[in-house]
Structures are given as C-alpha cells and as structure tokens.
C-alpha cells in the first residue's frame, strides 16, 4: 500500500506541477496587459494546426482580429512566447534598423552532432555572420551570370523530358509538383554540388533519393516540438536533424569533387567552383571540406522545397489565368527575338512582366506564412513602455500581410499588376515579403529568381499550360506543414504549341 501512496503522491504532484509552470508560462501577456487570445495548454495558440486548420489561416485570422487595435500583440507558439507584429514600420525597424537584438530565427541546429543543420538557414549568432559573409560574394550578379549556363543546361533537360513523357504516353496531364521537384533537384545538383543528378530522367536517381531522405520528417511533431522550445538541452543530448547516411553521402561526393577539381585544374560554371576558390583564397579563413559541404548544402535547405512549392504555384496560377500566361508568353517571344532566339542572361533580366507574375505568385502563394526572430538581448519597443525580453520569439505575418485587402484589393484574385514599378512604389516596403527582409533576407533571393524564370520560360516557350479536370479548384494546404504545400497534387496539362 505504502507504494501505491507513493505513486499516487507522484502523480499528483507531477500533474501540479505541471500545471502550475504551464499556467506561469501562458500567463505571461495577461500579466504585462498586452492583447492576446487564451492558450490552450502545450499548444498554444496553435491548437488548431494540423487538425483543421493550416498556419496560414491561424495567422491571418489573428492579424485580421487585431490589426488597427495595437502594434503588435502576445502569441503562444507552442510553449514560446512570441511578439506577433502588425505595425509595418515596427516590423521595419526590428528586421532592420534593430536587426542586431533579433539575429536569430530560433530554428535548431547541432554543429557538433549534425553538421550539416549548421547551415545558413539555421544558425545565428557569429556563426551566421561568418557564414552569410563567405557566401555574400557567391551570390552577386556577376556570380550568377556565371552560373547562367548550367541553370539554362538543366531547363533544356526539363523540355526534353516532358516531350519524351508525352511522346510515351496519350495522357497530357502531368503532376507538376514532382516534375518540378526533380527539375530544382538537379538544378542544385548540377550548380551546388558540381553532379550531373539525371533525377528528371531517373526518378529513382541516387542524389534525389538522399535529397527526399534529408527533408523526410524523422520525429513526430512533438520531437520538433522539443527541439524548438528546448534547444540547448536537445544539444546535449545529441538529437540530429539529419541521418548519418546523409551526412556521410554529401560529404563524400563534395570531398571526391574538391579532390578532382584541385588535382586537375577542372573549372566550371558552378557554386561549387566558387567555393573551392574561396577555400583557396587568402580572403576568408581556410574552409575545411565540412565547411563546403554545409554551404553546399544550404542550397538544398533553402531552395529544394521552396523552390518546387513556388514554381509549381505559379505554373497553377498560369493554367488558371489564360490572358496573363499569354502576355508573358509575348514578352518571352519579344525578348528572344532580340537574342536570335536563344535566352541569355540579359535577356532574363529584360522579362520584368515574367517577374511580376513571379512576385505575385509568392504574394499569393507566400513558401512560409510567418518570418520569425528571436530576442537576443532585451529590447525596448520605440514609443512605448514595454520591452521585449531576451529570447521571446518575434513573428511577421507574411502571408496575412499579403492578403490584407486594404493593401491588395481582391486578394485573392491573382494579378501581377500589383507589381508593376508604379504599384509597387505607392506600397509600404514591408508590404512584401516573400523573401524576408534585412540583413537576414533571403541571400538566394537572385538565385532562386534565375532558377524558376528560366525554367518557366522553357516551358511556356513550348508549352501552353492548362488545367485538368484533376486540378484543384480552389487551392488548399496542408494543415500539417508550416510552409506552402498544395493539400492535393497538381495535375496540369502541357499542350505543345
């Protein structure tokens, strides 16, 4: 009996406990009289995600609720606290002016058992400073205008492999998703890591089955749950974003690369090549074949997923609106005539309509719904009495930015007019950001431009694109993800013209 009392002690107590930290973790806005909806319990203000409702309608519900009542609001992600902004010239001043208190974006990364996680798109801190610095000159324009050649390489390949796919078949209609993902796949391949993938030929291709494993969820939700809210201690105890088989594949075929470049002189039009002269030059100091890998493959954590989900989209929104896929198709037209019919990199720059569809499909179809900093040291809000304290989350609602109809009137309605010189001129630049902005912004913001242009120029240069009967109208997400990612496959069809 005596252990009977003993366990039944434990469990109350345990649950009081528990109770009690959870109630002086949620009580936190009500007792400094900041706006806020009640938590749930464990969840938050997140209760709803995954079970009926996506990311993006949570935020939007909760910025349409409050705005015009307070520059920001209280939050709670989960168990983290979080400033949830609607002010767009405090949003600009914390992503910029003060971009020094909120470095971070509280992602989980483990440098000494994992690291690849110590990407760009995770760390922060110094780490990231010397990170974004070795990279910064990969990305200029005269970096990517080198690059050119092997992106166009890769959308040619795209072509052919849709020709031969409609050749072996009557059925015209293509999920486009999976399509795409093997284009930027290779894209990545080809440009980041110096390999000839072949995944548009070879589904089952070896460097696309380690790029699905990287990006495949080991842990349930409530594991990346823990790594979030418990970042230091998930450290200690050594939890991994990566397998090892994949740590080990990507540092073997960058390692075999550098090895044969170095011993032969090869050069090439790649990322890769920038790299091994970085590692060569006296500028930085001297990147160990770790370190390459992991810039390497910050493309593949920046750009596979992001890049497949915003293409796809606008391929959709294309099929969906006739007269705006048919003023693209006659700028393209236009502009390749100047160029003896060929694309160069002048040329793509010349497609500022193609451009504007582009923004407006991420205006529309934001990758993320929410940009997210944390707190790195106290921080006093301007004009006002409260203070964001250290390592409270701060969340930026993108997508229920772009959809506020007091900016984009018909949000819903998909017009790339909306990003005309003008029209963008006459808007807060806070107002649009598909790419994040200050310091932290998107450093592939040019590259993934270039990769999704090109590609959508090859295919709407021989390709009108339609839906199907299987498209889905409207379109709907993923309650379960925390980016972009249609609820049902894509199914468009690509008739030759």
Known sequence: MDILYFLLYFIISSSLIIYLSLRKIYSYWAERGILHDKPKFFSGNFHEFGKTKSAYEILREYYEKYKGKAKFVGIYFLLRRSVFVIDFELMKTL??????????RGTYYNEKDDPLSANLVFVEGEKWRKSRAELNPCFTLGKLKFMFPAAMDVANQLVQVIKEQQLSTSNQDIEIESLINRYIIDLVGSIGFGLNCNSLKNPNA???????????????FVMYSFMYVFPNLSRKLGIKYYTADVQKFFLRIVNETVKYREETGDQRNDFMNLLIELRNSHKTESLSIQDITTHAFTLLTAGVETNTAAMSFCLYELALNQ????????????VLTRYDGK??????????YLQQVFFENLRKHPVFPFDIRVCTKDYVVPD??????????????????????????????????????????????????????????????????????????????????????????????????????????????????
């Open 343 to 352: 694309l160069n990199y002048e040329g793509m720059n010349e497609l500022k």
């Open 206 to 220: 070896e460097f696309k089955k380690m790029v699905e494993r990287s990006f495949k969820l080991r842990y349930h």
């Open 95 to 104: 992503l910029i002016k003060d971009f020094d208190y909120f470095t971070g």
């Open 384 to 497: 006002s009495k409260h203070i964001i304290e250290k390592n409270t989350s701060v969340i930026i609602p993108t997508a229920a930015i772009h959809y506020d109809p007091e900016i984009y009137p018909n949000p819903e309605q998909f017009d790339p007019e909306r990003f005309s010189v003008d029209e963008v001129k006459k808007r807060h630049p806070m107002a649009f950001l598909g790419f994040g902005d200050g310091p932290r912004v998107c450093i592939g913001k040019k590259f993934a431009i270039m990769q999704i242009v090109v590609g959508l120029v090859m295919i709407l240069q021989n390709y009108r694109i339609l839906p199907t009967s299987k498209t889905p109208i409207p379109m709907k997400y993923k309650t379960n993800k925390l980016f972009a990612e249609a609820k049902d496959e894509i199914y468009l069809k690509l008739e030759e013209i």
């Open 323 to 334: 007269d705006v896929q048919d003023k693209a198709r006659t700028e393209i037209n236009e």
